[in-house]
Antibody, heavy 123, light 107 residues
Framework: QLQLQESGPGLVKPSETLSLTCTVSGGSISSSSYNWDWIRQSPGKGLEWIGSIYYSGSTYNNPSLKSRVTISVDTSKNQFSLKLSSVTAADTAVYYC???????????????WGQGTLVTVSS | DIQMTQSPSTLSASVGDRVTITCRAS??????LAWYQQKPGKAPKLLIHKASSLESGVPSRFSGSDSGTEFTLTISGLQPDDFATYYCQQYNTYPWTFGQGTRVEIK
C-alpha cells in the first residue's frame, strides 16, 4: 500500500524559507506513471495547489506563489521536497503531499495523500 | 486561473436523505473535475474523477455528473459516515484549483 509522509519544521520565522520533504513508501517515485504534488490548506484560502514534479525533475508551480517555490526530487531516497522562500503569516497552513496518476484515460489527481503537516509562520 | 464555485456552502441533512452539491467552473474544463471528501484533521479523500468516474472502494451511493461547466455530486441515501466537507477540483488547466467546500452537517 502506497504511503506518503511529510516531514519538516512546524515553525518558521517570517522572511525565512519553509522546507518540507515527502517520503514515499510502498512504491517507486521513479515510475513514469506519476507526478508528485504539494497542496496546502489554510482557513483563509481553503485548498491551494502549490506545484508538481515528475521523477525526471520537470516541474510546474502555481504562478500565484511567483518564484518563491522550488520543488525537487531525490529518486535515490524516494523523496520529493518543497521549499517556499520569504514566508509570511499568510503561508501558515497544513501542507500536504499527494500523488497524481497518469492513466491511459487521462490524469487521476490526488489519489494518495500524506496526512499533512501544520507549518506556522511566526517570530 | 479557473474559478470553481460550490453551492451551498453548508447543507443540513438527515441520514437517508439524497444530497446534491453543485460546482460551477468559470470556463470550460471538459470533464476534468474531481470530488473529494474531507473529515476534520484528515487529508481529503478522492471520491470521483473525470466528473463521474467512481474511485475504487468508494460506495456506489456517491455519483457525479456534468453539464457544460456545471458539475454535481450526489449522495443517494446519506450515511452517518458521510457527514464531512466536500470539495470539487478542476484539473483541466494549470494551476489546478479547488472549490471553497461544502460542509454536510447533521440536521
Amino acid at each position: 500500500q502506497l504511503q506518503l509522509q511529510e516531514s519538516g519544521p512546524g515553525l518558521v520565522k517570517p522572511s525565512e524559507t519553509l522546507s518540507l520533504t515527502c517520503t514515499v513508501s510502498g512504491g517507486s517515485i521513479s515510475s513514469s506513471s506519476y507526478n508528485w504534488d504539494w497542496i496546502r490548506q489554510s482557513p483563509g484560502k481553503g485548498l491551494e495547489w502549490i506545484g508538481s514534479i515528475y521523477y525526471s525533475g520537470s516541474t510546474y508551480n502555481n504562478p500565484s506563489l511567483k518564484s518563491r517555490v522550488t520543488i525537487s526530487v531525490d529518486t535515490s531516497k524516494n523523496q520529493f521536497s518543497l521549499k517556499l522562500s520569504s514566508v509570511t503569516a499568510a503561508d501558515t497552513a497544513v501542507y500536504y503531499c499527494a500523488r497524481v496518476y497518469q492513466a491511459s484515460s487521462g490524469w487521476i489527481p490526488f489519489d494518495y495523500w500524506g496526512q499533512g503537516t501544520l507549518v506556522t509562520v511566526s517570530s | 486561473d479557473i474559478q470553481m464555485t460550490q453551492s451551498p456552502s453548508t447543507l443540513s441533512a438527515s441520514v437517508g436523505d439524497r444530497v446534491t452539491i453543485t460546482c460551477r467552473a468559470s470556463q470550460s474544463i471538459s470533464s476534468w473535475l474531481a470530488w473529494y471528501q474531507q473529515k476534520p484533521g484528515k487529508a481529503p479523500k478522492l471520491l470521483i474523477h473525470k466528473a463521474s468516474s467512481l474511485e475504487s472502494g468508494v460506495p456506489s451511493r456517491f455519483s457525479g455528473s456534468d453539464s457544460g461547466t456545471e458539475f454535481t455530486l450526489t449522495i443517494s441515501g446519506l450515511q452517518p459516515d458521510d457527514f464531512a466537507t466536500y470539495y470539487c477540483q478542476q484539473y483541466n488547466t494549470y494551476p489546478w484549483t479547488f472549490g471553497q467546500g461544502t460542509r454536510v452537517e447533521i440536521k
